[in-house]
């Protein structure tokens, strides 16, 4: 099997994995934490792993998503078995990869603190202290890279600065990187220009300039470090035209373009966002506006766009990249 290094050089997309707390919940299985689910429900965790492989997956990401020590500590564990439990996502994913029998890459998953950071906030009162933010991100990524995990995936992030905080400690690894954010529509009052900028207001030129700046690295362009830039997730509750997989094109579109005005011409893209949005069916229960055949019929413009990797984040699940599959190989 090639390096992903070597992968990135071909020009055929790769297909992500979906969502993976949905798929617990459809197990009937509800934690604190999905982290934990590498401890106490490590048949399911491999069993997702594997229908992701079985529709089509090219790469899936390990369980680790708030596996940090700040998020098992808000559940109620031990700051300690944060390392156990990343350890073990490792070993659950190259469990499914084996069974599978197929050339897989596995990315090791890293998600957003459960809170603003210092950068962000200001200080350490309201926000959680850079220094712990790098100490968690550091203690998964490093159990991650012992794990030999094929490429680093920093996920669902609310904050250009933890963003740059989290490649700045993992480029030690030497191991390539993804950094995706997550955003929400906003329009300019003045030009009526639709910009994405997540939560601290961070839009793809802002990331750039974030990364770049050497702010949060000591002087260090984190551009270096990163392979592959993208958006993920999507938490807009109003507008269609700006979720799952129009939300997808938009911010690769923004995201492209302002890599374009940097002159930047070297990083992939990637995308996995939410099947739409979230609604509740008449007895509660909460389920997503995009189906599979929905998301697909996106996929020929997604990469278009110039979309390298695809998957979904919440509300899609395996039938949904068995879809992306689909219409992926039909066009080959």
Same mark, same amino acid.
């Given at each position: 099997?090639?390096?992903? %290094? =070597?992968?990135?050089?071909?020009?055929?997309? %790769?297909?992500?994995?979906?969502?993976?707390?949905?798929?617990?919940?459809? !197990?009937?299985?509800?934690?604190?934490?999905?982290?934990?689910?590498?401890?106490?429900?490590?048949?399911?965790?491999? =069993?997702?792993?594997?229908? *992701?492989?079985?529709?089509?997956?090219?790469?899936?990401?390990?369980?680790?998503?708030?596996?940090?020590?700040?998020?098992?500590?808000?559940?109620?564990?031990? +700051?300690?078995?944060?390392?156990?439990?990343?350890?073990?996502?490792?070993?659950?994913?190259?469990?499914?990869?084996?069974?599978?029998?197929?050339?897989?890459?596995?990315?090791?998953?890293?998600?957003? @603190?459960?809170?603003?950071?210092?950068?962000?906030?200001?200080?350490?009162?309201?926000?959680?202290?850079?220094?712990? +933010?790098?100490?968690?991100?550091?203690?998964?990524?490093?159990?991650?890279?012992?794990?030999?995990?094929?490429?680093?995936?920093?996920?669902? $992030?609310?904050?250009?600065?933890?963003?740059?905080?989290?490649?700045?400690?993992?480029?030690?690894?030497?191991?390539?990187?993804?950094?995706?954010? &997550?955003?929400?529509?906003?329009?300019?009052?003045?030009?009526?220009?639709?910009? *994405?900028?997540? =939560?601290?207001?961070?839009?793809?030129?802002?990331? @750039?300039?974030?990364?770049?700046?050497?702010?949060?690295?000591?002087?260090?362009?984190?551009?270096?470090?990163?392979?592959? @830039?993208?958006?993920?997730?999507?938490?807009?509750? !109003?507008?269609?035209?700006?979720?799952?997989?129009? *939300?997808?094109?938009?911010?690769?579109?923004? %995201?492209?373009?302002? $890599?374009?005005?940097?002159?930047?011409?070297?990083?992939? $893209?990637?995308?996995?966002?939410?099947?739409?949005?979230?609604?509740?069916?008449?007895?509660?229960? &909460?389920?997503? +506006?995009? &189906?599979?055949?929905? $998301?697909?019929? *996106? @996929?020929?413009?997604?990469?278009?766009?110039?979309?390298?990797?695809?998957?979904?984040?919440?509300?899609?699940?395996?039938?949904?990249?068995?879809?992306?599959?689909?219409?992926?190989?039909?066009?080959?």
């Amino acid at each position: 099997m090639k390096s992903f %290094l =070597d992968r990135l050089q071909e020009s055929e997309p %790769l297909i992500f994995d979906g969502g993976f707390g949905s798929q617990l919940f459809v !197990r009937g299985i509800e934690l604190a934490n999905s982290a934990i689910a590498n401890e106490s429900h490590p048949e399911a965790v491999t =069993d997702i792993h594997l229908e *992701y492989i079985e529709a089509g997956s090219d790469a899936i990401e390990t369980n680790t998503f708030v596996a940090s020590f700040p998020h098992l500590e808000m559940a109620g564990k031990d +700051a300690s078995a944060s390392d156990g439990l990343v350890r073990r996502s490792v070993e659950l994913a190259r469990e499914a990869i084996s069974r599978s029998g197929k050339e897989v890459y596995l990315a090791g998953s890293i998600g957003p @603190l459960p809170g603003a950071i210092e950068a962000d906030s200001g200080d350490t009162d309201f926000g959680i202290a850079n220094s712990i +933010a790098r100490e968690a991100h550091e203690r998964v990524a490093t159990v991650l890279a012992e794990g030999e995990v094929d490429f680093f995936c920093i996920e669902t $992030m609310f904050s250009a600065k933890e963003a740059a905080i989290a490649v700045d400690v993992i480029r030690q690894f030497n191991i390539p990187v993804a950094v995706n954010l &997550t955003y929400k529509y906003t329009k300019d009052r003045k030009t009526g220009q639709v910009i *994405y900028k997540t =939560d601290w207001g961070n839009s793809a030129d802002d990331l @750039l300039g974030i990364l770049s700046s050497g702010e949060l690295s000591g002087g260090v362009d984190l551009l270096d470090s990163v392979h592959l @830039l993208g958006l993920n997730c999507g938490a807009e509750s !109003r507008r269609d035209e700006h979720t799952g997989m129009p *939300y997808a094109i938009n911010g690769l579109q923004q %995201l492209k373009d302002a $890599m374009d005005e940097r002159g930047i011409t070297s990083k992939k $893209m990637m995308t996995h966002p939410n099947a739409g949005k979230a609604q509740l069916d008449k007895n509660h229960n &909460t389920y997503y +506006a995009q &189906t599979p055949d929905d $998301m697909a019929a *996106y @996929l020929p413009e997604l990469l278009e766009v110039g979309a390298y990797i695809i998957g979904g984040c919440c509300g899609t699940g395996p039938s949904h990249i068995r879809a992306f599959r689909d219409i992926l190989d039909g066009r080959a």
